[in-house]
């Protein structure tokens, strides 16, 4: 039986944080990402429209409006490298682009390059050096698709450092190589509406591993994709919706009441099984374990109010045979949570609210934490977070102590 918490009275009443620092930006800051080589510096994305939208539509949310149709907008970016250390912040370089950023990762295979999505259809790819003068450099853009497509979302592959795989507003998924040419290898008509989201994943089992991609869409549906199938074709491959099964191995689309926006895949210690933690415009985040009949079973949810925009491991202990998860969670309206996911050695489920931060003024799509130590705080370790909103272009650095996540 799934362990339901669906409202926002909190059983635990959860610490609320301050901010230590906050900046207003120039333009509104769609993602962020620290520098996995050196946490003190990290990259911010901006999407600014050049005219206002006759609805006020200028977010994330509401870009389906606008995809695929003729129209005299146009949307602009940047990318702004960030430092941060002894509570001082500086602001290094700025690159304007022509195309709007939504999403940005580093790769965890060559973790000084990072790869950039863009509202052209276009991917970017760029290096980080901050051994001299702390710069981002272009390296290449890729172009796979049309420039009325919007590219909502990106993910590396874990062991091939070359593969990228994308969600487009189209609700393809694709996969490409952008060492090659041409890079495009596969797409998917994974969903009857707008891709928000996807990413890899390995289940390792029994000296084995399988490759699998999930994504999630503004039609609530759930999918699994066969990660390999996908990657052994090299050759420009077209996959329909109804497909025969050979790329899909799950979808479902009753379990969210609304769109999947966000897929965090992980396995539990001594469970070949692979689980995902999901969050959707619906307000919640979800633990979902995989059945035999090839859909997913709710263990554990909870209500954490605003839409859940985006989920990030925040790394900060090893697995236990329990099983503990802290996560960060972008919850646009609502603000950043901090939440753990628990597994009982009874294999009881749950999901709870350690931490929240609620200074922001509008809509919070990008957050991201690292391990930074400071000789001046004296609370002991603690986490630093960079959360944004996007309509009071406001970034927000704040700190959360390590004994948090203690029992």
Not at 161 to 189: C, F, H, Q, R
Not at 221 to 241: E, F, I, K, W
Not at 248 to 267: M, N, S
Not at 282 to 304: G, Y
Request: aromatic fraction near 8%.
């Amino acid at each position: 039986m799934a362990n339901l918490q669906d409202d926002l009275e909190y059983e635990d009443k959860p610490s609320s944080i301050s901010s230590i620092h906050s900046a207003i930006l120039e333009s509104p800051p769609s993602c962020i990402e620290f520098f996995p080589l050196d946490p003190l510096y990290f990259v911010i994305g901006t999407y600014t429209l050049t005219s206002e939208p006759e609805k006020g539509d200028n977010d994330p949310q509401a870009l389906e409006d606008q995809a695929g149709k003729e129209s005299t907008q146009s949307r602009s970016g940047s990318l702004i490298l960030f430092h941060f250390a002894h509570g001082h912040l500086s602001q290094l370089q700025t690159q304007f682009l022509s195309s709007a950023v939504l999403d940005l990762h580093f790769s965890p295979l060559q973790q000084d390059i990072f790869a950039v999505a863009t509202s052209t259809g276009a991917i970017r790819i760029y290096s980080l050096s901050v051994a001299d003068e702390p710069r981002m450099q272009a390296l290449g853009i890729i172009q796979p698709f049309s420039e009325s497509t919007l590219v909502l979302s990106l993910a590396w592959h874990h062991s091939a450092p070359s593969i990228l795989a994308v969600s487009l507003s189209t609700g393809e998924v694709a996969v490409l190589d952008y060492e090659k040419s041409p890079s495009l290898m596969n797409t998917i008509e994974a969903h009857s509406l707008e891709t928000w989201t996807v990413v890899w994943s390995s289940i390792t089992h029994a000296n084995s591993a399988y490759t699998m991609l999930y994504s999630g869409g503004d039609d609530s549906a759930l999918c699994a994709h066969q990660g390999m199938q996908l990657l052994d074709n090299l050759n420009v491959t077209h996959v329909p919706l109804d497909d025969d099964g050979k790329h899909l191995l799950r979808r479902d689309a009753k379990i969210h009441g609304a769109g999947v926006t966000a897929i965090l895949p992980f396995q539990s210690t001594g469970r070949p099984a692979e689980y995902l933690i999901t969050g959707s415009y619906d307000e919640f985040v979800r633990v979902l374990e995989p059945l035999p009949n090839q859909r997913w079973k709710v263990v554990a949810e909870k209500r954490v109010g605003g839409g859940v925009w985006r989920l990030k491991f925040m790394n900060t202990q090893p697995f236990t045979t329990t099983g503990r998860w802290q996560v960060l969670a972008s919850c646009m309206h609502a603000g950043t949570r901090i939440l753990e996911i628990c597994r009982s050695s009874e294999n009881n489920w749950s999901v709870n609210v350690l931490a929240t931060f609620e200074e922001h003024e509008s809509m919070n799509y990008g957050s991201d934490a690292a391990a930074l130590a400071d000789p001046n705080d004296s609370n002991g370790p603690a986490l630093t977070v960079v959360s944004t909103s996007f309509y009071d272009k406001r970034l927000c650095i704040w700190r959360l102590p390590m004994n948090t996540f203690d029992n």
